[in-house]
């Protein structure tokens, strides 16, 4: 089980661990793997909701498209500025289609290795050795990595229930960051963010001197008729914030590597330079197929979030028959549930993994604000996750009453 805050360093020799490695947050989730091996060597099947990984494969009409393109030599080549160009003006067409936002692809969009790249590349991109960067707790590990990585401070911002997973924005206008992160649709809370709440993020910002990176990875995994919004379209967005968006989870192309950045052109350009140092950029063929897709995979895009949408249902179902709360989510592929009861997130984990051959991930794994919760990934095979509902059926007396 990999985890980004994997710090179990090498056992086998000598540790020659940066220091910056050296002080990464040790793995939590060791004692979880450990259980799973031995349930598995017992020929105990495991579910694994813990990963959030979409199985349900490219749409087709990006699979014919790579194909297509990976055909074509010139593209074997580094990156051409001509598939950069296509791909950036297809992707401002989609962005003023699908939220009004009106942005040069000259300079206010670009291509990332998918989303975690650019989001790990920006601080060493923006930040200099002590400025403050404000994330989310919980939250995506990359955003802290990415700023210790790059010499910065983090400050956390809480994520509480009572007020809806959405950070005070007076947190801004008390430390005056450099650079805040926030994630909507949210990974793990599964929150989601107002139109009215990236104007106050971007007008606290603006205030500040501050700029905004908002990670929008599930802004396209929505449901019950949920549209997320880009904090693009607040007024004076352009000058003071990002957005990262992804395919892996819109089109379910997670191995393929590709996303883009969108918005202040100033990050951007540091961004730019600062990869142009580090890698070559996407595979030519990538970007035209990715072009593609953002064109003509909705049809496709449509039956994956019928089939997340399936899948929600069985887990929330299952969660209810065991009395377990839940935030019924409007968007993302996770479930954040309420640990019953008054035992901590990892030892909840244990329980159900020993109990129900369930794997989820406990709040903690995410930050200090997610304890108390636990996270249900919906990226697992549909019959996996039938068998996972039931079981919460067959053990949902565990935590009643
Ligand atoms: C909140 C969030 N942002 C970004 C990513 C990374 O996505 P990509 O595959 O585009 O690198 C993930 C992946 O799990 C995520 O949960």
Redesign the pocket.
Known sequence: MASPGDNTGDSSGDDIRAERLKRLPTYLFEELASIRRAREAEGKEVVDLSI??PDLGAPEVAVEALAKYAADTQLHRYPPDSAIEAFSQTVCEWMKGRYGVDLDPSCEVFP?I????G?ALLPLATLDPGDLALVPDPG?P?YSRGVWFAGGKVEWMPLKEDRGFLPEVGLIERHRPRLVYL?YP??PTSAVATADFYRLAINAAGRTGSYIVN?A??SEVAFDGYDAPSILQAPGARERAVE?H????TFSM?GW???FVAGNRHMIASLRTLKSNVDSGVFGAVLMAAATVIREGWDAHREMIEEYARRRAIIFDGLRACGIGYHESLATLYVWARVPGSKGSMEFARNLLEEAGILVTPGIGFGKSGEGYFRISITCPTDQVEIAGKRLHEVSHAWKG
């Open positions: 959030g990984d990332v998918g989303t975690k790249e989001i995506y990359v994630n949210n990974n990670d990875a599930y990262f992804s395919f892996s989870k997670a590597r590709v996303g």
